[in-house]
């Protein structure tokens, strides 16, 4: 009678177990905060739409949404780019420099916000990405309440590395 049992119970067990090691297959991927954000429209006029809000990071976060083949950027680079800033409480959009030229921007600079630092080290000229940044990396509690976002807002920048 006990054999039985077991071979009942093993018979119930063993399976889950098979199921629950193979899960859904995205144990290891882990779940990007900028995954809920869709880019359209032309280079020269992208539209950026959230799909969730609000978009909050504990850490600076980019998505690459096309690779660039270019030079790969360092903190001793200056750049020249093109961007949309938004407020990731909302989506709403601050400012852009699309369809107005490219901005120069010195990745050295101590004035510059330590998450575009983190962001954009590393990437190559021709990239376009996202890149999310908590307030403890953009413009500190107080700055980001200067700046038009709130104390605890996520600061989104959309940006096309154009040259270095």
């Known amino acids: ?6 071979r ?8 889950l177990v ?7 297959g995205k144990t290891d991927a882990k779940a990007n905060a900028l995954d ?3 880019v359209a429209g032309t280079d020269k006029a992208p539209t950026v739409t959230f799909k969730t809000k609000p978009l909050t990071v504990k850490t600076t ?3 690459v949404i096309k690779a660039g083949k270019g030079t790969k950027l360092t903190k001793a680079n200056s750049i020249m780019f093109s961007y949309s800033l938004f407020n990731g ?8 420099s699309f369809g107005k030229g490219t901005v120069p921007l010195d990745l050295s600079s101590t004035s510059l916000l330590p998450g575009l ?3 954009l ?10 890149v999310a940044i908590p307030p403890a990396d953009a413009f500190g509690a107080q700055g980001n309440a200067q700046a038009g976002f709130g104390p605890t807002d996520t600061v989104v920048f959309f940006i096309d590395l154009v040259s270095a």
């Open 89 to 96: 409480k909302d989506g709403k959009q601050i400012e852009t």
């Open 121 to 130: 080290t590393g990437q190559q000229v021709g990239t376009r990405l996202l």
């Open 18 to 24: 098979f199921l629950a090691a193979c899960g859904s």
């Open 36 to 38: 809920t954000i869709t």
């Open 8 to 15: 009942v119970v093993s018979a119930a067990v063993i399976p």
């Open 61 to 63: 976060t980019t998505k």
């Open 117 to 119: 630092s983190k962001g």
């Open 1 to 6: 009678m006990r054999l039985s049992r077991l």
